[in-house]
């Protein structure tokens, strides 16, 4: 039975992941779940899974969290240094990181540090930190297993094939709510249509990523780092349908697709059952009633951030990390109604053009540049 930690249990990815434990229940031993603030549904997991632990990061929600638990043994951590604590918690088998934003790098590097493999969600992790993460698994022997649909589809492509005889890996994406929409309206886009994604249900964060497309952006920054590709060979096309997940091409131009509904219980079971491919009774792709799959060339001038993306990786540096927070804080300022949908890329570029630059940078570099990141979107004054 194969020991587990789940950070961020409350969100979408954390309570697919749960379903995941249901299906396979007797593969699985839950030993810590966390989550920010939503104290209710993660009472109500903690009486399902009974974990040793639990991790609450805003206090108030802990002190709830406790009343409500107060017979049932489980060790309640409070606050970022009780998340820092549960993910440095070495004797588990796999933590799934499903924390939303830079707040999942520092217990990624934690969960490798003490030799436990990561399922990783997080795709900030990598972004931010990719070389100092890369460079620890490496040392410690720690296997990373990619969770988003995209990585997992070319990992799963790249399953018993020499990684030397890859020609380019193709990163799908169904192009968003404004795929259609004329650039010249953009400046009309509300919150509530920015969060109406057409085919997959995820938090509001990683919905206005997919919105503005940065969500393509950080997965090319991800995928440099899980496959050791150079920038050159990493390609975005759009797929409105999102039944092809990603794929991989090689030097002979043959091309391997990894296909499926969207459904994130795949991917994540995937990276949770490594290498099994475990029968379930979930819903079953029918392309008989798919019937077209079509593809489009990604528009960097229409969503100038997957442009950021690939300028910022070229880069290096401390560039990722100035890219993904202030991405991270403009769309929260978006959510927050304090800047328009067109600021967002504005804001992105802006910080990265002002920062300190450091070409090799340490963890404390990027802490350093990620509270910078942090003042210079806040202090960003609106146009509107």
């Known amino acids: 039975m194969k020991k587990i930690t789940i950070l961020g249990s409350t969100g979408s990815i954390g309570v697919n992941a749960l379903n995941v434990v249901d299906d396979q229940r007797d593969d699985f031993n839950v030993i810590g779940l966390s989550a920010y603030k939503n104290s209710k549904l993660l009472v109500e997991q ?4 009974e974990p040793e632990f639990v991790s609450v990061v805003d206090r108030e929600a802990a002190r709830r969290v406790e009343q409500e638990l107060l017979t049932f043994g489980v060790k309640i951590l409070k606050g970022r240094e009780g998340l820092l604590e549960l993910s440095s918690y070495g004797n588990v088998d796999l933590m799934l990181n499903a924390l939303v934003g830079s707040s999942g790098m520092e217990p990624t590097i934690n969960a490798i540090r003490s ?6 969600s997080n795709k ?26 995209e990585h997992s589809a070319i990992w799963q492509c790249l399953v ?3 990684t030397k005889e890859i020609n380019k890996i193709i990163l799908t994406g169904s192009g968003g709510p404004f795929r259609e929409l004329p650039i010249e309206k953009f400046n009309t886009i ?5 969060l109406n994604h057409p085919n997959w249900e995820m938090g509001k964060k990683i919905t206005i990523d997919s919105a503005t497309m940065m969500n393509k952006g950080l997965e090319v920054i991800e995928a440099q780092w899980l496959f050791d590709m150079p920038t050159e060979k990493i390609k975005i096309v759009i797929h409105p349908q999102s039944i092809i997940h990603s794929m991989v091409e090689f030097k002979d131009k043959s091309i391997k697709a990894q296909l499926g509904l969207p ?16 029968e379930t009774d979930w819903d079953e792709l029918d392309l008989t009633e798919i019937q077209s799959l079509t593809f489009e060339k990604p528009d960097f001038i229409k969503f100038p951030c997957m442009r950021l993306a690939f300028d910022v990786l070229n880069t290096g540096g401390t560039a990722p990390a100035v890219l993904n927070v202030a991405n991270e804080q403009a769309v929260y300022r978006f959510l927050n109604q304090e800047i328009n949908f067109n600021e967002i890329p504005s804001i992105i570029e802006m910080a990265c053009e002002k920062h300190d630059f450091v070409s090799e940078p340490s963890l404390d570099d990027i802490l350093n540049i990620e509270k910078w990141s942090t003042d210079f979107v806040k202090s960003y004054h609106s146009k509107s």
């Open 46 to 49: 903690v009486k399902k899974y």
């Open 115 to 120: 030799k436990v493999d990561v399922a990783l």
């Open 124 to 149: 900030e992790s990598l972004v931010m930190a990719g070389s100092i993460i890369t460079n620890l698994a490496d040392k410690t022997d720690v296997k990373i297993y990619p969770v988003d649909s």
């Open 160 to 162: 018993g094939e020499d």
């Open 190 to 194: 509300t919150l509530d249509r920015a």
């Open 263 to 278: 459904d994130m219980k795949i991917p994540i079971q995937y990276a949770l059952t490594y290498p099994s491919h475990c």
